[in-house]
């Protein structure tokens, strides 16, 4: 195997490699010397500001500018620092740059330097300044931590979602702080999260949760008076501590192992001291950079000038004036292939592809030696593959796979061969420098396509982000690529408001899940509004295009969507906004144009606003509304004047609308209220709102008969039902005689069956006997039978020689009567015998 391919190795406890991304093409006034930097991690953005505790010739501005590099050192943004104190600087997980002030305030930016928003860490804070901050991952996303100038420390878990917690405070509270650190640990579920502060010799352990901070007693052989730096690994369970004379102690977060002690040679602090995955620690002291592993190893690097270190969670990236480079651990599967002499089955089968290309029959010998074991040189060789930076690397493995692959049938290892090779080209794509996203393979797996996707998204890189959507075949990864590109197009200025709403049309308009409204709304954000009303167009869902045009104060068109929608909800709301909004004169003169529109509002009106109801009838000139208007006024009102007041203006209206029989019956109307008013006068009880019906059976009630009976002449009340409230009025009253009476002044229009009904309801069958003769024939037998005269009912039923009545009969009459049993049964008896 070629020594170059291993040539940028070195060797700690295992191999590492180091090797250059980018050359940098800075464009800053000043060095990396005198700046602050901070890298996102994921190959993200890099922020630099000048340390304003360096003295330094001030050549643009008095006030700070953060500036904002990809990794190639191409300028994406300047932010002009007018706030408070910068303490701090560092990035969520969604590239959003978080700037830390000494009161306690965090203003988030994207990369583009524009503001998103700011949150404060409380009132304590803000009264005893920020001291120190740093920005940790945990399995909540990224949290911050502060400690104040009175040594109180503050934890935000997830900075998405700001809840201020503290932990406990430390002994001896005001003695100063050396070094610290915040040590997260665990899943998502079970996550640890708390601080390392080192006061001294002395390391406490303060962890949410907790009541009070524990002391812990790491076992350092070498003497030493204070901790200067203390930092853990990024998956929390180791941590490595620098000493003020210049050992670096290397053991397990619980302090209860230890790797190594390493004599670095250095006594001061170093500028930067960091992890390299899990299994190195990567120190800066001026221009040499240190590699430490956990066997007592060391590799050292000079440098020419300044440079910053980016830990990731596999590697750190060095970035220096000149170059940007990735030191990491030499994955497994790449060791076994690649380091020289190796006699692994993949590499045999890599150097098997390279005869069969040179056409030489050595590639047989070589496929003869791995066969046994050529499955498992394949998976090596596409793994391999994966972790390589190099183009021509890559394709030396993947030629090399495929080779191995033919002599050879497992559809899961194509599949296998078939998605890394799409993943090299997408990693290909992003590290390339127009796009400068320096991504591992486990960083790519780490963050998901769904972010990766995002991130391009977040660079408005959407044209690559929309081949690598389809590329991958991501559902909906269309959608939320033009989605967002569109959201992007609505804010640039100078595109006129047709082009860019009919460019925007085109381009979106086979693609599902697009919310032309969200799009819209963006463009109103930019005070936009023509271009927003302009895509609204292209929306299709009426309750998300409704309540924008509401929004852009385009009530007209709205209630057309609206009534053309169908959706009476929606013509609602729509509705009584404009309502609120417009004036009365302008609000009717609208609704008159859609029809729908209008009977709703008719509709909502009759139940909430009567007033506004007869306004809109008037102007209509619709005057059998604005009728029904003033009787339901009459309905509802208990003062005769105002009833009457009412009726003889509904009684108008009907004349306007030359309805006679309206006219009629609001006259009667009017009329039988005077009457009612003048005996509510009378008899000191309420009568005004009773109908006809209830007026004369309260006079029936109060007995008077005379007053009743003109009332029912005057107004042509029914006479059966005048019969009918007589009845129930007297049996009611308990006055048979009287019944008995009013049944003989004339022949009942009711009949005789009312007055059997009204006798057995009280429990008067011997009243009700009166009556029984004079019942109509075919339901004589019946009404005999209901009031419980057996007998009489059988001898009913037997002079109308009906054998089934007297079946009935018998039917009904109690089994106990055995006496009327013998009669009814002897009537049928001689009905048969007569037949």
Same mark, same amino acid.
């Given at each position: ?50 340390? =304003? ?19 190639? $050192? ?9 706030? $408070? ?93 050396? *070094? ?5 640990? $665990? ?32 076992? #350092? ?8 730096? #203390? ?33 670095? $040679? ?192 977040? =660079? ?22 033009? *989605? ?43 005070? =936009? ?84 109801? =007869? ?221």
């Amino acid at each position: 195997m070629s020594a170059l391919l291993t040539a940028d190795w070195f060797q700690l406890d295992s191999y590492y490699r180091k090797f250059d991304l980018y050359t940098m093409v800075w464009s800053m006034d000043e060095g990396l010397g005198n700046m602050i930097v901070s890298g996102a991690p994921y190959g993200g953005p890099i922020a630099v500001v000048r340390d =304003r505790k360096q003295f330094a010739r001030i050549t643009t501005t008095a006030k700070p500018v953060i500036t904002i590099y990809n990794c190639v $050192g191409n300028i994406m943004s300047k932010i002009l620092w007018n706030n $408070g104190v910068l303490i701090h600087m560092g990035w969520s997980d969604g590239e959003q740059l978080l700037c830390i002030q000494e009161s306690g305030d965090v203003l988030i930016y994207d990369m583009f330097g524009a503001y998103q928003k700011t949150f404060s860490l409380g009132q304590e804070v803000r009264d005893t300044k920020v001291w120190k901050a740093q920005l940790f991952p945990n399995p909540h996303g990224i949290g911050l931590a502060v400690i104040t100038t009175t040594n109180r420390m503050f934890l935000v878990s997830n900075v998405s979602d700001p809840k201020i917690r503290s932990v406990p405070d430390l002994p001896r509270a005001n003695e100063p702080i050396s *070094s610290w650190c915040v040590l997260s640990s $665990g899943q998502r579920s079970s996550s640890v999260i708390g601080f390392l502060v080192c006061r001294d010799k002395e390391i406490y352990k303060c962890q949410l949760g907790e009541s009070r901070a524990v002391l812990m007693r790491p076992e #350092i052989q070498n003497p030493y008076t204070q901790i200067v730096s #203390i930092v853990p690994s990024q998956n929390g369970r180791h941590v490595a501590l620098f000493t003020d004379s210049g050992f670096l102690w290397i053991g397990s977060s619980n302090f209860k192992s230890k790797y190594c002690e390493i004599d670095t $040679g250095y006594i001061k602090q170093p500028k930067e001291l960091v992890w390299c995955g899990s299994q190195a620690i990567v120190g800066h002291w001026d221009d040499m950079m240190c590699i430490y592993g956990f066997n007592d190893t060391v590799v050292s690097y000079p440098y020419d000038g300044p440079f910053h270190i980016i830990p990731e969670m596999d590697c750190v990236r060095v970035i220096s004036e000149m170059t940007h480079e990735l030191i990491q651990k030499v994955p497994v599967v790449v060791d076994k292939i690649l380091r020289i002499n190796s006699t692994a089955p993949g590499s045999y089968l890599v150097e098997a592809s390279k005869q069969f290309q040179k056409r030489s029959h050595r590639a047989d010998e070589y496929i003869r030696l791995v066969k046994p074991d050529l499955a498992a040189a394949v998976q090596d060789c596409i793994d391999a593959a994966a972790y390589e930076f190099s183009p021509e690397v890559q394709k030396m493995l993947i030629r090399a796979a495929q080779f191995g692959k033919g002599f050879i049938l497992d559809p899961v290892l194509t599949e296998h061969y078939v998605k890394t090779c799409r993943w090299l080209r997408v990693l290909n794509a992003i590290r390339d420098p127009k796009v400068a996203i320096p991504l591992t393979f486990l960083q790519v797996q780490n963050l998901g396509e769904r972010i990766l996707l995002d991130r391009l998204i977040w =660079r408005r890189l959407h044209c690559l982000a929309g081949h690598i959507a389809s590329y991958l075949q991501l559902k909906d990864g269309q959608t939320r690529v033009l *989605s967002h590109w569109a959201c992007y197009k609505v804010t640039q200025p100078h595109l006129d408001n047709e082009s860019a709403a009919r460019e925007i049309g085109d381009k979106l308009r086979n693609i599902p899940g697009i919310s032309y409204a969200t799009i819209a709304m963006k463009a109103a954000e930019k005070g =936009r509004k023509a271009l927003a009303i302009k895509i609204l167009e292209y929306e299709t869902h009426s309750k998300l295009q409704v309540p924008l045009l509401l929004t852009l104060g385009e009530g007209p068109t709205a209630l057309r969507k609206a009534t053309a929608s169908g959706d009476t909800d929606l013509v609602y709301i729509v509705l009584l906004h404009l309502k609120e909004k417009m004036g009365k004169h302008e609000f009717e003169l609208t609704i008159r144009s859609f029809p729908l529109a209008q009977a709703l509002y008719i509709k909502y009106c009759a139940s909430h606003n009567r007033e506004a109801l =007869r306004k809109v009838f008037v102007q209509e000139d619709n005057f059998s509304g604005q009728a029904a208007t003033h009787i339901r006024d009459a309905i509802e009102q208990t003062n005769p004047g105002s009833v009457e007041a009412s009726l003889i203006s509904a009684r108008e209206c009907y004349k306007k609308g030359k309805n006679d029989l309206g006219v009629s019956i609001c006259e009667d109307a009017r009329k039988l209220c005077k009457q009612q008013s003048s005996l509510q006068e009378t008899y000191g009880e309420s009568f005004v709102g009773l109908s006809l019906h209830d007026t004369v059976k309260k006079l029936l009630d109060q007995g008077e008969v005379k007053l009743a009976d003109k009332l029912r002449c005057e107004y042509k009340m029914p006479e059966r039902r005048y019969w009918w409230l007589r009845i129930l009025t007297l049996a009611e009253k308990d006055d048979w005689a009287e019944l008995d009476r009013f049944s003989k002044s004339k022949k009942s229009p009711v009949g005789y069956e009312p007055f059997v009904d009204a006798c057995l309801k009280y429990n008067k069958n011997d009243e009700a006997l009166k009556y029984l003769p004079r019942c109509r024939d075919d339901i004589k037998v019946k009404y005999y039978v209901k009031a419980g005269f057996y007998e009489e009912a059988a001898r009913v039923a037997f002079e109308q020689k009906d054998k089934s009545a007297l079946f009935f009969v018998q039917s009904k009459c109690p089994i106990r009567e055995s006496s009327q049993h013998a009669k009814i049964s002897a009537l049928l008896e001689q009905l048969n015998t007569k037949k």
